[in-house]
């Protein structure tokens, strides 16, 4: 026996329960949604960055390689009919987009995660939802901030029918109440047909558009999108009577850069992920002291808390 000490020794695939370490919760057959109670939130605590990391599990990673969670995961994956076709039809909280919504997470959407390539709308909204369970809903910052889906506004839909975007704008913002007090709208924008991805944060109380891109350039590069915002919030403001005291103010925030041509879904994520676990609606446009670059153990950092969010909500 002491000569084994340290040694490997593999153990049968049929004796691994890859569910044995998780609560029991009831099993979700394909095509049905997952269903969570709707809370509401109405206090506005503090939630310094430093408590962001223990929203995961504290998994073990080293950048560049799949942490235990990414594993487990695939291997669920990996031995699920997903493989074959499948597909898993999720219901987020109403809260998360201001109305019912669902997304059907496939096979590709996986892969998205453990190959590190761009990221298509399914894993934009799941980590969204993520967010919005984990850091808002847990914080009571529901109030603060708000999510628009990405599905319902983006280039490709504005150059269609840009009154039913703008529309769909108002109706997102009438949603949230009076919006009186500062709070941010976050819209990930996309290019078009899996194009690149930006961030637009919008404070409807003070007239403020923040835009980050981790690419170089501003929002001139999509100025049908500026034109869709503003008139939309224009249209909001009218409707709930309130004053144009000013005109709207758009700032480009000088935010951490990509390196390559895949990592900009990433960045949208990790700018949200940042500005809630600050807790700021202001957003400096020199970006945060906390956060003036990203490695990517920062963005494998999100891959396993999307990943093990993924395994509790049991959506496999």
């Known amino acids: 026996m002491r000569d084994a000490v340290g040694s490997f020794v593999g153990w049968p695939s049929d004796l691994i329960f890859p569910d044995a370490e998780t609560p029991t919760r009831p099993t ?38 799949k942490s235990q969670i990414m594993m487990r995961l695939e291997k669920m994956v990996d031995e699920s009919d997903i493989m074959h076709g499948a597909i898993r039809t999720i219901d987020f909280d109403e809260g998360v987009f201001g109305a019912a919504h669902f997304e059907i997470i496939r096979k590709e959407d996986f892969q998205q995660l453990f190959e590190h390539t761009e990221l298509g709308i399914a894993v934009i909204h799941t980590y969204i939802w993520y967010m919005y369970v984990t850091l808002m809903r847990e914080n009571e910052l529901c109030n603060r901030f708000n999510f628009i889906a990405a599905s319902r506004i983006n280039a490709t839909l504005i150059m269609k029918n840009p009154t039913s975007v703008k529309n769909d704008l108002v109706d997102r913002f009438m949603a949230a109440g009076d919006n009186t007090t500062p709070s941010l709208y976050f819209l990930p924008f996309n290019s078009g047909n899996g194009g690149h991805w930006v961030l637009v944060a919008m404070d409807l109380s003070r ?8 690419l170089s350039g501003d929002w001139s590069k999509y100025p ?20 144009n005291r000013k005109d709207i103010t758009w700032i480009r925030v000088q935010c951490p850069q990509q390196n390559n041509s895949v990592d900009c ?5 990790r700018f949200m992920r940042d500005i809630i676990a600050l807790n700021r ?29 993924i395994v509790d909500q049991r959506i496999i």
């Open 28 to 65: 979700h057959k394909v095509g049905k949604g997952i269903s969570r109670r709707i809370e509401s939130v109405a206090s506005q605590k503090e939630v310094p960055g430093r408590k962001l990391k223990s929203a995961a599990k504290d998994i073990p990673t080293t950048s560049g390689t």
């Open 265 to 269: 879904g990433f960045f949208v994520l």
């Open 281 to 309: 609606i202001d957003i400096p446009k020199m970006y945060f002291e906390e956060y003036k670059s990203y490695s990517r153990a920062n963005l494998d950092e999100m891959k396993d808390e999307l990943c093990q969010f």
């Open 224 to 243: 049908n999108m500026k034109k869709t915002v503003d008139a939309a919030i224009i249209k909001f403001r009218t409707k709930k009577n309130y004053r």
């Open 207 to 214: 007239l403020i558009v923040y835009y980050l891109d981790s």
